[in-house]
């Protein structure tokens, strides 16, 4: 099956019709930061690619952001990794970046936190 192109203005509406929009959207696609911004209205934060970005460098780069989520790191702490692991493993490391909602630090945001003990 072939993919298939969805406008930002739409994917915004697909979102928000549901009762609990994501805290974060990875578009992991060539090319998909420019107009990311419009999904803020919807989603707080966005990560998208500035570039065209390999299939390895694409997958090197969401294993070690997912894995630093995992393990409680911020946002901002994730990024680097994921784009650390990409340039490590292809050369390509500064392709995602990361949009936030006004007034929202990625330092700031942890997506996972340990129970209290």
Not at 1 to 17: I, N, Q, S
Not at 65 to 83: P, R, T, V, W
């Amino acid at each position: 099956m072939a993919g298939v192109d969805v406008d930002f203005v739409l994917l915004a509406r697909l979102l928000k019709g549901t009762d609990h929009p994501p805290t974060l959207l990875v578009l992991n696609a060539c090319d998909s930061y420019e107009g990311a911004e419009t999904l803020l209205d919807v989603v707080p934060v966005v990560v998208a690619m500035v570039d065209e970005i390999s299939d390895a460098a694409a997958k090197a780069f969401v294993i070690k952001f997912y894995a630093a989520i995992a393990s409680g790191q911020s946002l901002a702490s994730a990024l680097a990794q994921g784009q650390a692991a990409s340039e490590f493993l292809t050369g390509e490391g500064n392709t995602p970046e990361v949009l936030t909602q006004p007034g929202l630090r990625s330092e700031d945001v942890l997506l996972v936190t340990a129970p209290p003990s």
